[in-house]
C-alpha cells in the first residue's frame, strides 16, 4: 500500500521528535490546522506553506519531492471524488494518479494548473 500525504506529513514530523505545537508555531500556521492535515481530514496546503512545514521537519530533497508529490495526488484525488461520475475524463485521471509517481516537476505543475481550471466557472 502506498503512503499518502497525511500519513508522510506525519511521519516527517515525528521522525523529528517534533510535537504539532512547535511545526505550527514555526510554520506560522495554528496547530488545529496541522492537525487536521495530519489525519487527513483538509486538502494538502498552498505549495509556499506545504514548503515552510519541510522546511521545519527538515525534510531532505528526496522527501520534499515525495511530500509534494502526494500532496499534488491527494489534491487530484479529491477533484476527482469532489465531481463524481459527471467528470468527463474521470477514468484518464484515475490512470493518471496511478503514475503521478514518476511524473516530473514541471508535469506535476501542468496537472496541477488542469486541476485548479477545473474548479473554476
Aim: charged letters at 30%; one cysteine or more.
Amino acid at each position: 500500500m502506498s503512503t499518502t500525504f497525511c500519513e508522510k506529513l506525519f511521519s516527517l514530523r515525528r521522525a523529528r521528535k517534533l510535537l504539532q505545537k512547535e511545526v505550527a508555531f514555526k510554520v506560522g500556521i495554528d496547530q488545529s490546522y496541522l492537525a487536521t492535515l495530519e489525519k487527513g481530514r483538509r486538502d494538502p496546503p498552498r505549495p509556499k506553506i506545504l514548503n515552510r512545514i519541510a522546511d521545519v521537519v527538515c525534510a531532505s530533497d528526496s522527501d520534499r519531492q515525495e511530500l509534494m508529490r502526494l500532496a499534488a495526488n491527494a489534491k487530484l484525488l479529491s477533484a476527482v471524488e469532489e465531481a463524481g461520475d459527471s467528470l468527463w475524463g474521470r477514468e484518464q485521471i484515475e490512470d493518471l494518479l496511478a503514475v503521478l509517481p514518476r511524473l516530473t516537476k514541471t508535469k506535476l505543475d501542468a496537472i496541477s494548473a488542469v486541476v485548479n481550471a477545473l474548479g473554476t466557472d
